[in-house]
DNA sequence: CCGGATGTGTCAGTGACTGTCAATCATTGC
DNA sequence: GCAATGATTGACAGTCACTGACACATCCGG
């Protein structure tokens, strides 16, 4: 069985437990127990137990980075910064991948611990996607203005996305605010 | 002695052993030897060893949202914004201080477990702000916008603040970040 | 059949953190 | 002055995430 493969299986787990205990209450040997292994096994699978709920906001940052390398050259960056998001919207188009993420999300939040670890994921997919926009903007621009920028952006779909607004009109809202925050300068 | 003269004591004394080995390889044991307590005291002195460190924000906070929440009340809510960080500007200011502080951000960026509870307090400091925020403006204002727009802040400071920019700059080039993000729509 | 590469379990250890208990000390009421 | 009370502390044991070391199995090309 290929490493994916069994990391999914033991996210599949960890994840059911996590939504049915908590994930403070959850231990690794008891995860590791679901899917038949050993503790020390499971460390080799993911490098810590916040790793588990995570691991697919790695993918998404490759995503979201090659989505913005891809926009046409002339595009003003903001609106490349929004076109990129699109694969987060159509997640939450899709009921199915919505309300797993929601559970995720309920799981972060429910504790400190893994909310942080989530936040400095975020941090690096800021990253990620200020040196896409460098690469598309040039050396030209001021890498300070576009770390703020990509930061900016980043606020208002963390804002949109936030339980307050409700699922369905999450793509209208992201809109809206990136509409009211967009930037006087951009062209 | 007062509560918060111990937490002082630990954490000067713990912010030394720091600077000198590192977080992750100084052990609570060493700072509560290094002032003469019990483990056990340690931990009822601070709620874990990240707050060693992070302490110093709460207040920060607080600040914050007190000049925000005192700024006049037609100003447009990017400038109360900007003035609302002045004493984060100040602080760069003054040399003891911002080496202190220079010393204080070594240390968090030289720890990824320390890192992700800082960005955690910062998300709550912006909540604290968003708040404020809401108040001056009141409830007519979509609530996720004024989120967006505290995050927004947050990036250019946040972008401001890295090293790459040289710590004479700072006031500048915050200003100059904040000149470049500023909302189209902003009155 | 043998070589190493790869995956696994076991075990021992570290370090952050928590609960508990008993001793100490200052405060308060009598 | 003294006893009851409450707050502060140290000592100790325990949990849990995580790591390093080693032994063992399997598998695969030569």
Same mark, same amino acid.
């Given at each position: 069985?290929?490493?994916?493969? @069994?990391?999914?299986?033991? #996210?599949?787990?960890?994840?059911?437990?996590? @939504? !049915?205990?908590?994930?403070?209450?959850?231990?690794?040997?008891?995860?590791?127990?679901?899917?038949?292994?050993?503790?020390?096994?499971?460390?080799?699978?993911?490098? %810590?137990?916040?790793?588990?709920?995570?691991? %697919?906001?790695?993918? $998404?940052?490759?995503?979201?980075? #090659?989505?913005?390398?891809? &926009?046409?050259?002339?595009?003003?960056?903001?609106?490349? $910064?929004?076109?990129?998001?699109?694969?987060?919207?159509? &997640?939450?188009?899709?009921?199915?991948?919505?309300?797993?993420?929601?559970?995720?999300?309920?799981?972060?939040?429910?504790?400190?611990?893994? $909310?942080?670890?989530?936040?400095?994921? $975020?941090?690096?997919?800021?990253?990620?996607?200020?040196?896409?926009?460098?690469? &598309?903007?040039?050396? !030209? #621009?001021?890498?300070? @203005?576009?770390? #703020? +920028? @990509?930061?900016?952006?980043?606020?208002?779909?963390?804002?949109?996305?936030?339980?307050?607004?409700?699922?369905?009109?999450?793509?209208?809202?992201?809109?809206?605010? +990136?509409?009211?925050?967009?930037?006087?300068?951009?062209?």
């Amino acid at each position: 069985m290929s490493r994916r493969a @069994v990391q999914s299986r033991i #996210a599949r787990a960890a994840e059911e437990l996590f @939504v !049915d205990k908590g994930f403070e209450e959850t231990t690794v040997d008891e995860i590791a127990a679901a899917v038949g292994m050993s503790q020390r096994s499971f460390f080799r699978y993911f490098s %810590s137990k916040d790793e588990v709920v995570l691991d %697919s906001l790695e993918r $998404l940052g490759e995503d979201l980075a #090659a989505r913005l390398a891809a &926009r046409p050259a002339g595009e003003p960056e903001w609106d490349s $910064l929004r076109r990129a998001f699109d694969p987060v919207v159509e &997640r939450f188009g899709d009921p199915v991948s919505r309300d797993h993420d929601a559970a995720i999300q309920r799981i972060i939040d429910g504790s400190p611990r893994l $909310l942080a670890s989530y936040l400095c994921r $975020l941090e690096l997919l800021q990253r990620m996607l200020t040196d896409a926009l460098t690469k &598309r903007v040039g050396d !030209d #621009a001021d890498p300070v @203005v576009l770390r #703020a +920028m @990509v930061g900016g952006a980043f606020a208002c779909l963390h804002a949109a996305a936030f339980p307050s607004c409700d699922p369905d009109e999450f793509a209208p809202c992201l809109d809206r605010t +990136m509409a009211a925050l967009r930037p006087a300068g951009a062209r």
